[in-house]
Antibody, heavy 119, light 110 residues
């Protein structure tokens, strides 16, 4: 069974940092592109970042470029999102989602982890 | 990276049919058949319902169907049931090698 489990969310002050993790199981993690997608309270889904299966290629939404860094450790079946210089508008549930590359869809999602940026 | 345009809400009575539109540009919806649709119930993670414009994953009801014309994709749900009440999001791969989501549509089953 494919599973993605996010962790690391919490309350952080504006300007602070946080590192999210996503633990994968039930599939060959090193063969898949993985995305981070977030959802602000009461709002819609927003694509945040993408990392290729090898980790060599990374993309970011303009809203997070330069502040959030995606990475992965294929030996640990884990995905990460280092979040620096956090702003109130980064408050959201952060989901990791597996990409089925042949058709570019998010085929499996984690349950999400809540990040709250507030003083 | 502007969001795809969806109606904020749609509604229908049990047994009726509804359609949700998703409008983008030639750089996303119109340029690729990589349009997918997701269902999200309150407090839950999104669930893939349609991929590559019109394909249903195993286990998804055949009451759901997808289509695309130009820069606009559509999700149709026939024979509405109470369990269909949820938020629905479209998504497309883009020419920038990124993804974009629609703003979401709240489906109410009257």
């Amino acid at each position: 069974e494919v599973q993605l489990v996010e962790s690391g969310g919490g309350l952080v002050q504006p300007g602070g940092s946080l590192r999210l993790s996503c633990a994968a199981s039930g599939f060959t993690f090193s063969s898949y592109t993985i995305n981070w997608v977030r959802q602000a309270p009461g709002k819609g889904l927003e694509w945040v970042s993408s990392i290729s299966s090898s980790g060599a290629t990374r993309y970011y939404a303009d809203s997070v470029k330069g502040r959030l860094t995606i990475s992965r450790d294929n030996t640990k079946n884990s995905l990460y999102l280092q979040m620096n210089s956090l702003r109130a508008e980064d408050t959201a549930v952060y989901y990791c989602a597996r990409i089925s590359w042949s058709s570019r869809q998010h085929d499996y999602w984690g349950q999400g982890t809540l990040v709250t940026v507030s003083s | 990276q502007s969001a795809l345009t969806q109606p904020a809400s749609v509604s229908g009575s049990p047994g009726q049919s509804i359609t949700i539109s998703c409008t983008g540009t030639s750089s996303d919806v119109g340029g690729y058949n990589f349009v997918s649709w997701y269902q999200q119930h309150p407090g839950k993670a999104p669930k893939l319902m349609i991929y590559e414009v019109s394909n249903r994953p195993s286990g998804v009801s055949n009451r759901l169907s997808g289509s695309k014309s130009g820069n606009t994709a559509s999700l149709a749900i026939s024979g509405l049931q109470a369990e269909d009440e949820a938020d629905y999001y479209c998504s497309s791969y883009t020419s920038s090698s990124t993804w974009v989501f629609g703003g979401g549509t709240k489906l109410t089953v009257l």
